[in-house]
């Protein structure tokens, strides 16, 4: 066993039937490619060789990727690549070609980037399906929530219009080495881009977004002047949401915000 860097968020799943629940829930299939962000020591991996699938795991620490590897020679298992690289810099769209489906994601991610992991891929949700990470509770919780609770913010609302979130079962802090302060969660996410359609510019969506909850407690209509999404004239149509705070808009809100202040700011 590699002895657990806390820089890198290693906290080595030790529980094979957490484990083989994580798995399975990414129902793989030989079809499929799959791709493990961080793959440690392979207490999924080793699981997911037995599926038959193509696996492609990214592995950031030359440690664990030289220990895969061994393990990997030792087993036999061809459907199985480990790429010694930051997750961060990968670019998913290099196994478009390969893919007949769009790409699985698997990972107990390391929770210090969960949330750079995350608009990562939805950066690249075109070539992605079902995604299914173990991260702290906390943040599956804040994904998976509705407004008008304090949990909700910039990732709900990224998260909720690039996919369908749900989180699927907690993960007690006992079934890791070394054992974390806090509980995890396991989240599905598939990439079906529920509300995509409805955005006119998504990227202005995503400034909306960012500006409203970059200052939360203020009014939209204080926090998206000082970014400077719109000057002294105010569209007609955005009156509505002005004197609310970030929390109180509903996805289909935000959307119609961002719609009318792209077209008439
Ligand atoms: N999958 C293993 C398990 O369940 O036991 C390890 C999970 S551990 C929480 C997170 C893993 O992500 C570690 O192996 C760590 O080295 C790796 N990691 C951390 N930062 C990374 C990055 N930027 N890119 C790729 N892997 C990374």
């Not at 440690?40 to 664990?64: H, V």
């Not at 974390?180 to 396991?186: E, F």
Request: charged share 20%.
């Amino acid at each position: 066993m590699i002895s657990a860097k806390k820089s890198l968020g290693q906290h080595f799943l030790v529980d094979r039937n957490i484990a083989r629940n994580i798995v399975a829930a990414c129902e793989p299939h030989p079809s499929d490619i799959i791709v493990e962000i961080g793959p440690g020591q392979g207490a999924l991996t080793g699981l997911l060789a037995e599926t038959g699938a193509r696996i492609i795991c990214i592995e950031i620490d030359g440690r664990a990727a030289e220990v895969l590897h061994g393990q990997i020679a030792k087993e036999g298992w061809s459907n199985i690549e480990v790429i010694h690289e930051d997750v961060l810099r990968y670019d998913f769209s290099a196994l478009a070609g390969d893919a007949d489906a769009p790409l699985k994601i698997i990972g107990n991610l390391p929770y210090n980037i969960t949330s750079q992991i995350l608009f990562r891929l939805i950066e690249y949700r075109a070539h992605i399906g079902t995604a299914i990470m173990m991260m702290q509770k906390e943040v599956a919780d804040r994904i998976i929530s509705a407004h008008g609770t304090k949990e909700y913010g910039i990732l709900s609302v990224l998260l909720q219009v690039n996919a369908a979130v749900r989180k699927l079962f907690k993960v007690s802090p006992n079934v890791f080495k070394p054992k974390p302060k806090v509980w995890s969660a396991v989240l599905r996410a598939d990439f079906t881009g529920p509300h995509l359609d409805a955005i006119s510019d998504y990227v202005h969506f995503t400034r909306t977004v960012k500006a409203a909850f970059g200052q939360r407690r203020k009014k939209l209509s204080n926090s998206l002047r000082n970014a400077g999404m719109f000057g002294e004239h105010v569209p007609e149509a955005a009156r509505e949401f002005l004197d609310l705070r970030p929390e109180q808009l509903d996805i289909q809100s935000f959307i119609r915000l961002s719609n009318t202040i792209a077209t008439h700011g």
